[in-house]
């Protein structure tokens, strides 16, 4: 069962949009268990997720080798090949997104509801300094193996 937590974990990864993590922890459960096409599904979405289409194709197929009926992996290699006979032909820069800026008093903290204009603004401190919030992430290795 080693191989369905690489995989659960990999889903995890790709939802939360940590493509690297993602394409790694699919990677090792196809190492963990090369006869799992589900495995092969993972990781050819998880490389279709980050770009690397030739490399999703490659999965797709060798997932198809092992499991040649499964539904997912037919539609995946689909998607892969048509992703990449459309992909442009030169590296596009990553856009860098910046969170939108807080209205003033929309604060829950110090004073909130009152006429304190020092109001600490949501996920910030009292110094205008942003909160840092780790992200938690769950396996629930039940009798579903889901994620949650």
Known sequence: TQHVYFSNRSAAYLGLGKK??????????????????????????????????????????????????????????????????SAPVTKSKKKEVTPPPVPSGAGAGVGAGSDDTTATPPGGEEDGTPKVIEEIMGIDLGTTYSCV
């Open 20 to 85: 690297k993590k993602a394409v790694a922890d699919a990677r090792q459960c196809t190492v963990v268990n090369p006869t799992w096409g589900k495995g092969f599904s993972r990781l050819g979405a998880a490389l279709v997720a980050s770009g690397k289409f030739a490399e999703a194709v490659s999965a797709f197929a060798q997932g198809l080798a092992v499991d040649p009926t499964n539904a997912q992996l037919t539609a995946g290699l689909a998607q892969a090949q048509a992703a990449l006979g």
